[in-house]
T-cell receptor, first 110, second 116 residues
């Protein structure tokens, strides 16, 4: 499984945008970039995924570099409820298991 | 539309006892995955099942652990003769199909197993 690298932690102010980076320099052509998050004492929650083009949904946006070696999860207006561990995961087109790294702990200040 | 359900939410066992963890997937989902999160560690894949079949058990410990997903009823993760090192949060996820397209994994709230 291709490896991802994320900062250990980040801090944001409430109501401000947050950009969570992820490096995946060994990504293969068929790997999809997935983001999950885990709120305290809960199971992981799907956030967004993409292959080559930038993606938007009601939760977040995913910006993918042209060479696909990095990506950024964008939370447009952070709230206290967004405080969680965010995981960037590569998954092959037919891959089944999710391989979680350490993720980024996002702290949101009021 | 109910999400993935797991029970019990908390389970306490003494060393040597058996632990049975149950997972009911989302309606319409026939693929189930089990993950384990040890204290202060990340989530680790254990096993992937489709109705009545084990597809990938590469993350399952070789002894004492087993999983099933019968034609009727929930998926069961069974741990025999539990030891203190089995204390962890066990999460179940389900998906409609396999692979990426339209088959995101939805996770349950987890079962927190404590072995005394």
């Amino acid at each position: 499984d291709a490896k991802t690298t994320q900062p250990n932690s980040m801090e944001s102010n409430e109501e401000e945008p947050v950009h969570l980076p992820c490096n995946h320099s060994t990504i293969s052509g068929t790997d999809y970039i997935h983001w999950y998050r885990q709120l305290p004492s809960q199971g992981p929650e799907y956030v967004i995924h993409g292959l080559t083009s930038n993606v938007n949904n009601r939760m977040a946006s995913l910006a993918i570099a042209e060479d696909r070696k990095s990506s950024t999860l964008i939370l447009h207006r952070a709230t206290l409820r967004d405080a969680a561990v965010y995981y960037c995961i590569l998954r092959g087109e037919y891959g089944n298991k999710l391989v979680f790294g350490a993720g980024t702990i996002l702290r949101v200040k009021s | 539309n109910a999400g993935v359900m797991q029970n019990p939410r908390h389970l306490v066992r003494r060393r040597g006892q058996e632990a049975r963890l149950r997972c009911s997937p989302m309606k319409g989902h026939s693929h189930v995955y089990w993950y384990r999160q040890l204290p202060e560690e990340g989530l680790k894949f254990m096993v992937y099942l489709q109705k009545e079949n084990i597809i990938d058990e590469s993350g399952m410990p070789k002894e004492r652990f087993s999983a099933e997903f019968p034609k009727e009823g929930p998926s069961i993760l069974r741990i025999q003769q539990v030891v203190r090192g089995d204390s962890a949060a066990y999460f179940c996820a389900s998906s409609r199909g396999h692979g990426v397209a339209g088959n995101e994994q939805f996770f349950g709230p987890g079962t927190r197993l404590t072995v005394l």
